[in-house]
C-alpha cells in the first residue's frame, strides 16, 4: 500500500490558497478515480483507490499545516505503511508558480508541514512533492498573508495544469516507485 499525503488547512476559508495546494492535488487525485473522502480517527480525511493492483489512501491531514505530523504518523501507523511508501505534496514558496519538484528526503526549507513532519518522523528521508506557489509577488513581510491568499487569475492557469501534472506524478510514484516519478515529472517549468 501506498499512501499520498496532501497537505494543507482545513476549513472553508482556505480553498483555493496557495497554502493548501497539496488539499487541491489529494482532491484531484480521488475526483480523477471517482473516489470520497471519509473521516478517521487520526485527525486526517482519507480515500481509498485501486490503481493497478496497488492499494492506495489519498490523506489530507485535518490538523492545520503546522501539526501536520500529527496526523500523518496516524495513517501510516493505521495503514502500517513505511516511510518509503508516502509522498507528501505540499507547497513551496521558493519554486515559481508551474513548477515543481520531487525529491527523496530533505530539508523542511521552510515549510512549517514539512517541518512537522520530519520532528515527528525524526528523520527528513521520506519523499515529498514540492509544488511552486511563487514568491515573487509576495509583499515585503507578508509571508502569512501571501501563503493564505489565494492564486492570482494569471496563476489559476498555471496552477489548474499543475494540479493535474501533480496529480499525474503520484499516481507514477504509486504505479512505478519515486526513481520513475522523479525521472519523468522533475521539471524546471511546465
Request: glycine share 12%; charged share 20%; proline share 3%.
Amino acid at each position: 500500500m501506498k499512501l499520498i499525503i496532501g497537505l494543507g488547512n482545513p476549513g472553508t476559508e482556505y480553498d483555493g490558497t496557495r497554502h493548501n495546494i497539496g488539499f487541491a492535488v489529494a482532491d484531484a487525485l480521488a475526483a480523477h478515480h471517482n473516489a470520497s473522502f471519509s473521516k478517521e480517527k487520526g485527525r486526517y480525511l482519507s480515500a481509498k483507490i485501486k490503481l493497478g493492483s496497488e492499494s492506495v489512501g489519498i490523506i489530507k491531514p485535518m490538523t492545520y499545516m503546522n501539526h501536520s505530523g500529527h496526523a500523518v504518523v496516524a495513517a501510516m501507523n493505521f495503514y502500517k505503511v513505511a516511510r518509503t511508501e508516502i509522498v507528501v505534496i505540499c507547497d513551496d514558496l521558493n519554486l515559481p508558480v508551474g513548477t515543481m519538484r520531487l525529491r527523496p528526503k530533505g530539508s523542511a526549507g521552510g515549510q512549517n508541514g514539512l517541518k512537522h513532519i520530519i520532528e515527528c518522523f525524526g528523520s527528513n528521508e521520506f519523499a515529498r512533492l514540492r509544488i511552486g506557489i511563487g514568491s515573487q509577488n509576495m509583499p515585503k513581510g507578508g509571508f502569512s498573508s501571501f501563503v493564505l491568499g489565494k492564486f492570482s487569475e494569471q496563476e489559476k492557469s498555471e496552477i489548474a495544469i499543475m494540479t493535474v501534472s501533480a496529480r499525474d506524478c503520484a499516481i507514477d510514484f504509486a504505479l512505478h516507485g519515486l526513481g520513475h516519478a522523479m525521472n519523468h515529472f522533475n521539471t524546471s517549468k511546465l
